[in-house]
């Protein structure tokens, strides 16, 4: 299992971008598929994006264009690029491991 920390969240206005971070702590991060998900009030959980052990990334359709998944094996760290964030992006956004290890969070707040 790994220790997983997010940061990188904070308020930032709809157009804007943002870029959250996901450190990693434990071994084989290299061979871990990772996940980005988000929680806002009254939509529980929501699959953002996934990026597997061979890089390949993948995207929920309400992301895709706008946001990119990416990762460093040798700082152990996943990365959300936001760009174009619109207001229904605002949530508490997580990333989690395949093995079920989840972050505490850190949230995104988008004002008009």
């Known amino acids: 299992h790994v220790q997983l920390v997010e940061s990188g969240g904070g308020m930032i206005q709809a157009g804007g971008s943002l870029r959250l971070s996901c450190q990693s702590s434990?071994?084989?991060?290299?061979?871990?598929?990772l996940y980005w998900g988000r929680e806002a009030p009254g939509k529980g959980h929501q699959w953002v994006a996934t990026?597997?052990?061979?890089?390949?990334?993948n995207y929920a359709d309400f992301v895709k264009g706008r946001f990119t998944i990416s990762r460093d094996n040798a700082k152990q760290q996943i990365y959300l690029q936001m760009t174009g964030i619109m207001p229904e992006d605002t949530a508490v956004y997580y990333c989690?491991?395949?093995?079920?290890?989840w972050g505490q969070g850190t949230q995104v707040s988008v004002f008009s």
């Open positions: 990026i597997t052990s061979s890089n390949s990334p």
């Open positions: 434990g071994q084989s991060f290299a061979t871990h598929t």
């Open positions: 989690y491991s395949h093995l079920g290890d």
